[in-house]
């Protein structure tokens, strides 16, 4: 299947696996009856490979879990943003969450953030958090990656729950 939706052939399929076959991020499942003689194997993706973290940062709540690499929540906290009082006490309530989980999962390989301000995605920033003052062009994702020296992904909120609303994601 992968070779029929890759435009590749199965020897060309059959290539890649095998070196990735004995390492973390695959495994292989049962066998599947085949027509052209080769034994088909499923594959899956290891949920051991890494953990991530997802950080929510909304007017009235802060969310951050701690996901395997499939999305099973490990960890989940929610509390008050506590807006009013501005971009660095809510940078603030982030970062002591986020350090107690990251020492309480060290394999953490990424941080996702979800914010409900206008982002520019490409460059990773807050143009605008509308009616709440002090986010005007915050370079949120080179802050965090700076500080926790993780990659990160900054993303609009609503495009962030797209894959839940839809069911792409259980």
């Known amino acids: 299947r992968l070779g029929r939706t890759g435009g590749s052939g199965a020897q060309l399929c059959e290539r890649h696996r095998r070196p990735s076959f004995g390492s973390r ?3 292989g499942g049962g066998g599947v009856p085949s027509k052209s003689g080769r034994r088909r194997v ?21 969310r951050i879990a701690v996901t395997d690499f499939a999305g099973k929540i490990l960890d989940y906290t929610s509390f008050a943003s506590e807006t009013s009082k501005g971009r660095d006490h809510v940078l603030g309530l ?45 370079p949120i994702k080179k802050m965090f990656e700076e500080q926790y020296k993780l990659p990160t992904v900054v993303e609009d909120a609503v495009r962030a729950m797209a894959p839940w609303s839809t069911g792409l994601v259980m």
Do not use: C, M
Request: hydrophobic share 45%; aromatic share 8%; proline share 4%.
């Open 25 to 27: 991020t695959y495994f």
């Open 42 to 62: 499923l594959l899956g993706i290891n949920p051991g490979i890494a953990q991530l973290v997802g950080i929510d940062i909304g007017r009235r709540n802060l």
């Open 94 to 138: 982030v970062d002591g969450a986020l350090r107690r989980l990251l020492s309480q999962y060290p394999e953490v390989a990424a941080i996702g953030i979800s914010h409900s301000g206008v982002i520019n995605r490409q460059a990773g920033k807050v143009l605008l958090f509308p009616q709440i003052s002090g986010w005007e062009e915050t």
